[in-house]
T-cell receptor, first 117, second 116 residues
Framework: AQSVAQPEDQVNVAEGNPLTVKCTYS??????LFWYVQYPNRGLQFLLK??????LVKGSYGFEAEFNKSQTSFHLKKPSALVSDSALYFC???????????????FGGGTRVLVKP | DVKVTQSSRYLVKRTGEKVFLECVQD?????MFWYRQDPGLGLRLIYF???????EKGDIPEGYSVSREKKERFSLILESASTNQTSMYLC???????????????FGPGTRLTVL
């Protein structure tokens, strides 16, 4: 079965410093990996995804993520955090394709990011 | 832009009531989803629909049912609300056909349901 782990419940970072949100996964076959962000009282917004190709994926709002197959990780990064990046971040992996599972995602528990001025 | 709307942002119901949560998407997506979001548990899939009148159970379907009579609308029904169904409910849609899985899902703003 597929699973996603976000080992940190919360990450605190000062504005202007690099931000990293960790994600590891367990999946059979090639993983399709996603990051979503949830701002307060809002639904989830898509940030970026890895399907195939270059291991470094660039996404919205200056975020990027690096796919590391040997470590089964897909950490989200931003070189210089902003106060407005404070939000809840979710990593997700596509489930194995069976009769109708291709579109289903398994989500991690979420990591709250707090960027302090 | 894709828009996914949910009928209520906040809802308060009493134990035993039948509750309807509505979701509408405006981009002709085939696939729609209902999740519940609880702290530390991430999002858990309740039900999934890949076409009109077609549905599949997700990971936690107990106590819920769904209806998809039109392509743009996907309803979640709590047959008899219980306090353990107090949660944030998120609807999502995506435009890819079954078996692909590489397009992102688009989410509604969520409904925070409290069952007293």
């Amino acid at each position: 079965a597929q699973s996603v782990a976000q080992p940190e419940d919360q990450v605190n970072v000062a504005e202007g410093n690099p931000l990293t949100v960790k994600c590891t996964y367990s999946v059979s076959g090639n993983p399709y990996l996603f990051w979503y962000v949830q701002y307060p009282n809002r639904g989830l917004q898509f940030l970026l995804k890895y399907i195939t190709g270059d291991n470094l994926v660039k996404g919205s709002y200056g975020f990027e993520a690096e796919f590391n197959k040997s470590q089964t990780s897909f950490h989200l990064k931003k070189p210089s955090a902003l106060v407005s990046d404070s939000a809840l971040y979710f990593c997700a992996v596509r489930r194995l394709v069976d009769k109708a599972a291709g579109n289903k995602l398994t989500f991690g528990g979420g990591t709250r990011v707090l960027v302090k001025p | 832009d894709v828009k996914v709307t949910q009928s209520s942002r906040y809802l308060v119901k009493r134990t035993g009531e039948k509750v309807f949560l509505e979701c509408v998407q405006d981009m002709d997506h085939e696939n729609m989803f209902w999740y519940r979001q609880d702290p530390g548990l991430g999002l858990r899939l309740i039900y999934f629909s890949y076409d009109v009148k077609m549905k599949e159970k997700g990971d936690i379907p107990e106590g819920y049912s769904v209806s998809r009579e039109k392509k743009e609308r996907f309803s979640l029904i709590l047959e008899s609300a219980s306090t353990n169904q107090t949660s944030m409910y998120l609807c999502a849609s995506t435009d890819e056909t079954r078996g692909q899985g590489y397009n992102e899902q688009f989410f509604g703003p969520g409904t925070r349901l409290t069952v007293l």
